[in-house]
């Protein structure tokens, strides 16, 4: 008996369950995009300048006494002369004409160039389109359980209190 009482329960809670499978109007709009973003490039980029550097020539001098006949070598860095002394040898100097020489030299360059790129997309809510209601006839089952929610619900309730009869009584006699 006790199991009946269960079971019939069970089926007049399943039967009682009325509730539709969707919903008629969602809650909120969709966002469809909101975002902010700042890129910033670094481009960086190599190059190879030619510049003008001057090196001073180093100062030499020299001296050499052969016994030879004179003469006199001159060069565009430098100018030598030699002659003879009165014992018969012969002397010799060269020397460095004061002056600077040029030269290019290939030197690379960085430069650095920083782009900042702002984008900004704000928010579109896309509304929701108004609902079509579409009138249609309610099933058997439908019907049935529109008609009998009220009369299972309180078949529910007195099955219970007549199940737990005893727990009711005690209390109501304290």
């Known amino acids: 008996m006790k199991a009946l009482v269960t079971i019939l329960i069970v089926v007049a809670l ?35 300048d030619t510049i003008t550097v001057e090196v001073p020539l180093p100062a030499e001098s020299t001296s050499q006494i052969v016994r030879d006949t ?39 360059a960085k ?13 579109v809510p896309v ?13 058997a089952l439908e019907k049935f359980r529109l008609k009998a929610f009220w009369y299972l619900a309180a078949y529910v309730i007195l099955s219970l209190a007549w199940r737990y009869r005893g727990v009711l009584l005690g209390l109501v006699k304290r």
């Open 14 to 48: 399943g039967l009682a369950a009325c509730r539709t499978s969707k919903s008629a109007m969602p809650s909120a709009p969709v966002t469809v995009s909101n975002t902010e973003s700042v890129r910033t490039e670094y481009i960086e980029t190599v190059r190879i």
């Open 111 to 123: 430069d650095t160039q920083t782009t900042n790129i702002a984008r900004s997309i704000k928010e």
């Open 70 to 108: 004179t003469s006199h070598v001159e060069t565009s860095l430098a100018e030598s002369d030699a002659w003879i002394n009165s014992d018969g040898s012969l002397g010799h100097s060269i020397k460095n004409k004061p002056q600077k020489l040029q030269a290019e030299v290939p030197v690379p």
């Open 127 to 139: 509304p929701y389109p108004e609902p079509v209601y579409i009138e249609r006839e309610f099933s």
